[in-house]
Nanobody
Framework: QVQLVESGGGLVQPGGSLRLSCATS????????MGWYRQAAGKQRELVAK???????NYANSVKGRFTISRDNAEKMLYLQMNRLRPEDTAVYYC???????WGQGTQVTVSS
């Protein structure tokens, strides 16, 4: 089973920035589409952004222009740079291997003054 470990969450004021990281143990990371999802309290988990092995990205409308997904295939790392954060971005953020279907344990992001 592939292990995915998120880090980088925390408490930030509105308008601030955070960078989430996801370390994966998969040996075929460079071939797999990877995604970031989030789940706010009382809501369903939703897609935030995906990145294909070639670097093609897609984003939820709510984060376009503010969040950037990226990957380092050599280090088997996935990143999510989050800028201009809003209170409605508060959620647990998860990374997912879209091919293998494995999830990380999540990292809490709280945007509050």
């Amino acid at each position: 089973q592939v292990q995915l470990v998120e880090s980088g969450g925390g408490l930030v004021q509105p308008g601030g920035s955070l960078r989430l990281s996801c370390a994966t143990s998969t040996t075929i990371f460079s071939f797999n589409t990877m995604g970031w999802y989030r789940q706010a309290a009382g809501k369903q988990r939703e897609l935030v952004a995906k990145i294909a092995r070639g670097g093609t990205t897609n984003y939820a409308n709510s984060v376009k222009g503010r969040f950037t997904i990226s990957r380092d295939n050599a280090e088997k790392m996935l990143y999510l740079q989050m800028n201009r954060l809003r209170p409605e971005d508060t959620a647990v953020y998860y990374c997912k291997d879209e091919v293998l279907g494995d999830w990380g344990q999540g990292t809490q992001v709280t945007v509050s003054s």
